[in-house]
T-cell receptor, first 114, second 113 residues
Framework: AQSVTQLGSHVSVSEGALVLLRCNYSSSVPPYLFWYVQYPNQGLQLLLK??????LVKGINGFEAEFKKSETSFHLTKPSAHMSDAAEYFCAVSEVDRDDKIIFGKGTRLHILP | DTGVSQDPRHKITKRGQNVTFRCDPISEHNRLYWYRQTLGQGPEFLTYFQNEAQLEKSRLLSDRFSAERPKGSFSTLEIQRTEQGDSAMYLC???????????FGSGTRLTVV
């Protein structure tokens, strides 16, 4: 069965600094990978997804993530943090061949320091 | 299209009461999912439908929980004899398939007192 591990339940960065949120996955078949963002008292919004093809995926709000099969990783980055990026971020995986549900990590709360 | 709608947004109930939540998916999406999210955790899968067929249920979904999707449109999630441990955010999502990522609703926050 697939699973996701997000390293760091809380990450703090200064406004304007690089954002790096780490995600490692486990899957027995080629995975689909996702990053979602959740603002307080709201549902989840899809930031970006990797399905097939190019391993560097660009998403909304300036975020991007790179699929590294050899490292089983899908880390999320943004070159310059904004105050509005403060939120909870979830990495998620689904198994392509099984056409199965998406499994989420426990999340990383991103704090932006002024 | 207004996205995925969930009703109510908040529900406070006394322990032992029954509650029912509703989810209206994006109209052209044939897959509908229910997740539960507790504080500090990621969403946990509960169940999903393809059209009106319920294809999978998590073992988290005890026999007090039941979900339906009549006619493959909206879905309801009912919890009978609520317990304090049922307090959580219940999220609904829909998708045309599992490969494109889901569109989530804003959730229903349940508080059992």
């Amino acid at each position: 069965a697939q699973s996701v591990t997000q390293l760091g339940s809380h990450v703090s960065v200064s406004e304007g600094a690089l954002v790096l949120l780490r995600c490692n996955y486990s899957s027995s078949v080629p995975p689909y990978l996702f990053w979602y963002v959740q603002y307080p008292n709201q549902g989840l919004q899809l930031l970006l997804k990797y399905t097939t093809g190019a391993t560097l995926v660009k998403g909304i709000n300036g975020f991007e993530a790179e699929f590294k099969k050899s490292e089983t990783s899908f880390h999320l980055t943004k070159p310059s943090a904004h105050m509005s990026d403060a939120a909870e971020y979830f990495c998620a995986v689904s198994e392509v061949d099984r056409d199965d549900k998406i499994i989420f990590g426990k999340g990383t709360r991103l704090h932006i320091l002024p | 299209d207004t996205g995925v709608s969930q009703d109510p947004r908040h529900k406070i109930t006394k322990r032992g009461q029954n509650v029912t939540f509703r989810c209206d998916p994006i109209s052209e999406h044939n897959r509908l999912y229910w997740y539960r999210q507790t504080l500090g955790q990621g969403p946990e899968f509960l169940t999903y439908f393809q059209n009106e067929a319920q294809l999978e249920k998590s073992r988290l979904l005890s026999d007090r929980f039941s979900a339906e999707r009549p006619k493959g449109s909206f879905s309801t999630l009912e919890i009978q004899r609520t317990e304090q441990g049922d307090s959580a955010m219940y999220l609904c999502a829909s998708s045309p398939n599992s490969r494109g990522g889901y569109t989530f609703g804003s959730g229903t926050r349940l508080t059992v007192v």
